[in-house]
């Protein structure tokens, strides 16, 4: 059986969601958080050490202001109001991206990120602003200045994600089979999971038949 430390998710759907109960998509987002708190809540249960979870992609600034705006206002009331809780739970929360948002939320993120960076339970790698390739740009760059050598370790230690194992699973919810510039370095031996259900009907009960399965599937790594 596989172990699994790390579990990566897209996590899509929350839009058509809310526009499929004819109320808005901001509502689906709403819903969705609802989503995130089962699924950190089983990743413990499973004794998982690691949840990435891609919220706000480079791309995602493409959308309209009213929903940038929402989604922004969804994470800082989340902070505000629960992170004495993950941190009691001794969940650590750790951002991947570039931290560039209005200095407000850019100081919460700050204040959650190290009032959480000793606790060991479960690390909750939050994708925010987060895009692969600028990720990939940015470490070849680190290198070149550096004058450091360009192997796949040193890539990878100038990473966002440096420390930490790649993902063992890569769940997508929301019925579209694409990485949207999520973790493409990471994810290269990754076990792939598409899941139709939009995001906010993703349950404890889909995500635990997703790990069963991979903890029976046989992983080869190029050896046979
Ligand atoms: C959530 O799903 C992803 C985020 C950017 C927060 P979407 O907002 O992409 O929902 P769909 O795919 O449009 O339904
Ligand atoms: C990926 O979903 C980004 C997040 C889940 C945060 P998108 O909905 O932005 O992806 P595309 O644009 O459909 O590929
Ligand atoms: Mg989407």
Redesign the pocket.
Known sequence: MNPIKHVAI???GN?RWGTSKKKSRNFGHKQGLKTVEKIIKESIKNKIKYLTL????T??WKRPKNEINYLFSLLHNFLTNKIDELNKEKIRLFVIGKKKFSKKLNDLLKYSEKLTSKNKRLQINL?LNYGSKSEIINALNKLKNKNLTVNAKNISKNLYTKNIPDPDILIRT?N?K?L???LLWQLAYSEIFFENKLWPDFNEKDYNKILKKFKNTKRNFGKI
């Not at 891609?54 to 992609?57: E, H, L, N, P």
């Open positions: 897209i996590m899509d839009g891609y919220a706000f992609s791309e995602n994708a929301g579209r694409r949207s510039n999520f």
